[in-house]
């Protein structure tokens, strides 16, 4: 767990403890006084606001990222997976070697996608292939940078290492991806 994540948890752990205290307290201005409830109220609805906080660090699959390709919708899905399971490897740390694990995990299978979609796109002469390969390349390079980065200072580097695959991929995955889409459909490819 990063230093950053270790302070949250322990400032929530405090804001429940506080809450609980000033429950107790409360009820001592006698039942029919509304601040106990209303301080109980708060405190249920910790865990929920939590979990929506939590659930936004994560992605979701949508319709709209598919490109109407069985097998590079599979890809694409099973990288949106390998990013929120090393999303959630680098905010729960659970051992030594999971956060690596996860992290070569992704990488490895974006290196691969990338290679199979080009593999596709080449073999049906795909007209922006060498566009598209290229930003396939520069993505490689800026992986490679911060994993040397990772390397070297792993606690500030992964936040940014994760923010940077997921943004990057979805973006990809629902703008560059998009545009082959159809051109690969029209050819019989599904
Ligand atoms: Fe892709
Ligand atoms: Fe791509």
């Known amino acids: 767990m990063t230093s950053k994540h270790r302070f949250s948890t322990f400032a929530m752990a405090l804001l429940v403890t506080f809450l609980i205290i000033m429950i107790a307290l409360g009820f001592l201005l006698g039942p029919s006084h509304p601040l106990p409830w209303i301080l109980i109220a708060v405190l249920v609805a910790i865990p929920y606001i939590h979990n929506r906080i939590v659930a936004r660090r994560f992605v979701t699959w949508k319709d709209q990222y598919s490109v109407g390709i069985e097998r590079l919708d599979a890809d694409h899905k099973r990288l949106l997976n390998l990013i929120n399971r ?53 993505m490689v390079e800026k ?48």
């Open 143 to 190: 992986i490679d940078t911060l994993m040397e980065q990772f390397q070297q200072d792993p606690d500030r580097t992964i936040q940014e290492l994760v923010q940077f695959l997921k943004q990057w991929l979805v973006n990809h995955i629902n703008g560059t991806d998009q545009q082959y889409s159809a051109f690969l459909r029209d050819k019989g490819v599904s």
């Open 86 to 138: 090393l999303q959630m490897a680098a905010d729960y740390y659970t051992g030594p070697g999971f956060v690596e694990e996860s992290l070569d995990e992704v990488v490895d299978y974006t290196k691969n996608h990338f290679a199979r979609e080009e593999e596709l796109m080449e073999k049906y002469d795909y007209p922006d292939l060498e566009e598209h390969k290229r930003q396939h390349r520069k």
